[in-house]
């Protein structure tokens, strides 16, 4: 029982990496993606290839994962966020599609649909915990910056950051390679749980559920990211003896969550920002 609470811990962690990177681009950014699975199938397949066929270390081999991943995502980038409104929604499907393909017939080094097995289990409790933390640190103090006031300009009027001076399209390209790197950093670390590869892994349905776990959280809100990710993964786990309405269940309470609260479960509230004002209101009264 310890091994499965702990099993879902994990998965928890990870699929929060990958949609923290989700929340930057389309939540911070203003740039609705439906394609980031492929940057977790590009740090997943790195990390196994690296420690499986040349003996590289785990960790700089997730490293590697994330960076590469990073690196694609800027040469994609460049081209396509001068694309506006759901052109690069589209442009996404086509990438996450393109790269799942590649690896599905890439068979000499990614072994194709039969898969990528015997990958190391080195994804422990205390190293997708260890991870979940630095990195949501991070991105909290990118939010705080001013990459992430850029970030929110771009999101909320691209035409008057524009007017006011900030280069909207280095600062789409910069959020895109951020977004990218903590999917592939995730992917890696999803290697590492479940120790087997497979191409239908990280299809359009991946992408989607990431997508769709920021809208339930919130958009703008890395609080309401972690949140939501807590409780999609908690409710399709639950649900899994009854696989054939698992995701049934999981799209009813995404449509209930939008029915009765559009904007999200938090919004664009923060946890700390809730508890400072109910802190101060208590001190005066």
Same mark, same amino acid.
């Given at each position: ?61 997730? !490293? +590697? =994962? &994330? *960076?590469? @991943?990073?690196?694609?995502?800027? $040469? ?6 001068? #694309? ?100 592939? !950093? +995730? =992917? &890696? *670390?999803? @290697?590492?749980?479940?120790?087997? $590869? ?6 359009? #349905? ?80």
């Amino acid at each position: 029982m310890f091994a499965y609470l702990e099993g879902i811990i994990i998965l928890m962690c990870i699929n929060s990496i990958a949609a923290m990177g989700v929340s930057l681009l389309t939540g911070f950014t203003g740039i609705f993606t439906l394609g980031h699975a492929a940057y977790m199938a590009i740090g997943g397949y790195t990390t196994a290839i690296l420690t499986m066929r040349h003996g590289l270390h785990w960790l700089p081999a997730v !490293i +590697a =994962g &994330g *960076l590469l @991943a990073t690196a694609i995502a800027y $040469l994609i980038g460049i081209p396509t966020l001068k #694309l506006m409104g759901d052109y690069f929604a589209i442009a996404s499907i086509g990438l996450g599609e393109t790269v799942r393909l590649i690896i599905e017939n890439w068979e000499p080094v990614t072994r194709g649909a039969r898969g990528f097995p015997g990958i190391e289990s080195f994804t422990t409790l205390p190293v997708a915990l260890t991870f979940f933390v630095i990195l949501t640190l991070i991105l909290s103090n990118i939010l705080r910056s001013n990459y992430g006031r850029a970030f929110k300009a771009c999101r909320d009027d691209y035409l008057a950051a524009s007017l006011l001076g900030f280069n909207t399209a280095r600062y789409r390209v910069i959020s895109l390679c951020i977004s990218a790197f903590y999917c592939g !950093i +995730a =992917g &890696g *670390l999803f @290697a590492g749980f479940m120790t087997f $590869l497979q191409p239908t892994m990280f299809d359009l #349905l991946k992408s989607t559920e990431l997508t769709a776990v920021v809208v339930f959280g919130g958009l703008g809100s890395l609080s309401g990211t972690i949140l939501g990710t807590g409780i999609i993964t908690v409710v399709t786990e639950f649900f899994r003896p009854i696989s054939q309405y698992r995701m049934l269940i999981y799209g009813a309470v995404l449509v209930l969550v939008m029915v009765f609260r559009p904007e999200g479960l938090m919004g664009e509230k923060e946890f700390l920002s809730i508890f400072k004002r109910r802190g101060e209101a208590w001190k005066n009264s």
